[in-house]
């Protein structure tokens, strides 16, 4: 026998071992261990599995979900391989039971939400992060643009009161702003004064537009009602939903109750008597947990929200095709003597039982921007906007459609850049850093786009005419002035935020107004302009 025969046993013997040996280590010795094994294994093939199966897996309606793949994308494999992950992320089984399960277990474990958008607070509080920003004091609106809502809105409330129409603004506190004292303490508030709602508010009382300081109505009632009638000592008076965004039906009672007497109307729910009403799931709630979300109280009213559809004794829907209080436009009838329009957010919901039994009929949009003429041809002699605390640079960027306010330059001297006049070059209005007026140079010219029955001129000022006062007028030069001797038709603009900047301006003529014009004349005014009125652009017809 070779030395090489002899040696080769020993070796195949020595390697059997050690495959024993490693085999007797990942070897399944208990029944809980295959268990185990087997489960996580049908974790991972079942979800892939029924996407070959026409079974629904516990698909929510709800949720938006992707479309099947398409084999016919001129992209595919890479953009059907991009569908196919999609569709299977939306559609895999017990989605919904998983997520909820998952939420739920690092909830009690962490206290920290699944979803990034929930916050987890105290005493089963939750808060959505999206209506932090102005609490916190981080991504708050410039004072231009603050400026460009305050105006806008005095702008509405001046053109609907020559139409002998009242309007009442009034914004919605976030939850946050109300009920702080339920975050978690990483949470640190800014100073309060520097959130948009405080400098909106203030600049609206300045300009004496008819603001509802609802804040002030809602922390006044959070103070002075200790326990609800009739529902136990123990009882906490919140005016907003634990798990949901926006205020309760007591909340919204206080709200309705504020702008009614804002509007001098005599509230016929004065004094509601209020039952809970179980059964009430929020929508930061389903957030975190879209199958296994528990359902809190909310109160109803036996007068005012206690019948089918949260409808009362006092009020029903005008039409009972239209009988949803999320729907973008209904209308109600109730007891009272008025009309009334309300353009509304999702707060509104909560609103249409407290505020439709005080009017013969209410009228509620949710319709945007806010088409004036739509609420003027209801008859309706007040208007209420109602709007979140979270969209109050709504007011800046996406102003009311209604025809523009007629204006006046009487008081200034109006000058053209191109004319040469002396006095444009090195105006004492200018800043350092900044150019003359007569450095304007080429503004482009004004853009007209036809929207129903107007045509709309918008812009953006130039740089070098920018104020934090700065204004826009229109001058409409009538066709054949020369002849007629017509005076100039002098409109007053919305102050525009726009992707751009916020030093954009809007107009909304009419049809008719503007096929009997020429040519438009863009004229801005400041006060640090010295009395002066600068024509930045100019556009035939």
């Known amino acids: 026998m070779s030395q090489k025969d002899t040696i080769q046993p020993a070796v195949n013997s020595a390697d059997k071992s050690r495959k024993a040996g490693a085999a007797g280590r990942f070897a399944l010795k208990s029944l809980g261990e295959k268990i185990f094994v087997a489960l996580t294994l049908l974790v991972m093939v079942v979800p892939a599995a ?34 196919a992950g999609d ?50 004091g981080r991504r708050t609106m410039s004072e231009r643009s603050v400026r460009n ?79 609800l009638p009739g529902a136990g000592q123990s009882a906490k008076p919140e005016l907003y939903q634990k798990t949901d965004t926006h205020w309760d039906y ?54 005012a929200n206690n019948g089918p559809e949260y409808t009362g004794r006092l009020w029903t829907f005008a039409h009972s095709a239209a009988s949803d209080v999320t729907a973008d436009y209904f209308a109600t009838n109730g007891v009272g003597a008025d009309t009334l329009f309300v353009f509304r957010d999702s707060f509104g919901n909560s609103l249409v039982p407290m505020l439709s039994p005080s009017y013969a009929k209410t009228y509620y949009s949710k319709l945007v921007p806010y088409d004036m003429g739509t609420a003027l041809s209801t ?19 996406d102003p009311a459609v209604i025809p523009s306010l007629y204006g006046s330059l009487a008081n200034y001297r109006v000058k053209r850049p191109e004319n040469g006049d002396p006095g444009l070059a090195g105006d004492k209005y200018a800043q350092p850093g900044q150019k003359n007026v007569g450095d304007i140079g080429a ?50 603009g919305y102050d525009v935020t726009t992707k751009a900047s916020d030093f954009g301006y809007r107009f909304f003529l009419t049809d008719t107004d503007f096929a009997t014009y020429g040519r438009i004349e863009m004229v801005a005014v400041s006060a640090k302009f010295g009395g002066n009125a600068y024509i930045f652009a100019s556009l035939p017809m």
Do not use: C
């Open 50 to 83: 029924s996407a070959l199966t026409p079974l629904p897996w516990f698909a929510d309606p709800s949720e938006i979900t992707a479309e099947d793949p398409d084999a016919t994308h001129k992209a595919f494999p890479l953009a059907q391989l991009k569908q």
């Open 87 to 136: 569709y299977f992320e939306s559609h895999f089984p017990a989605r919904g039971p998983m997520i909820s399960a998952t939420a739920t277990l690092k909830s009690r474990l962490f206290h920290t939400a699944a979803n990034n958008q929930v916050i987890i607070g105290s005493d089963g509080w939750l808060y959505y992060a999206a209506t932090l920003d102005d609490y916190l």
């Open 149 to 227: 809502a305050a105006q806008n809105l005095k702008l509405l409330s001046d053109n609907l009161e020559s139409r002998g129409v009242q309007l009442v603004v009034a914004i919605a506190p976030n939850k946050a702003t109300l009920y702080p004292e339920h975050l978690p303490s990483r949470y640190l508030p800014g100073n309060p004064q520097d959130s948009n709602l405080q400098r909106l508010q203030s600049q609206l009382k300045a300009l004496s537009v008819n603001y509802v300081d609802l804040d002030s109505a809602l922390r006044q009632e959070k103070v002075v009602t200790p326990t």
């Open 250 to 303: 007591r909340g919204a009672w206080v709200a309705a109750d504020a702008i009614e007497t804002a509007l001098g109307t005599e509230n016929v729910v004065r004094t509601p008597r209020w039952k809970p009403d179980p059964g009430f799931t929020g929508d930061i709630a389903l957030m975190l947990t879209p199958t296994g979300a528990a359902p809190e109280p909310n109160w109803v009213s036996v007068d």
């Open 379 to 397: 008859g309706a002699k007040a208007i209420v906007i109602e709007r979140a605390q979270r969209h109050l640079d709504f007011f800046a960027t």
């Open 443 to 492: 503004t482009p010219a004004p853009t007209v786009t036809p929207d129903g029955p107007y045509q709309v001129i918008s812009g953006e000022i130039p740089e070098s005419l920018r104020q934090p006062d700065v204004a826009v007028y229109l001058r409409a030069i009538p066709k054949n002035a020369a002849v007629s001797h017509s005076l100039p038709t002098v409109y007053r």
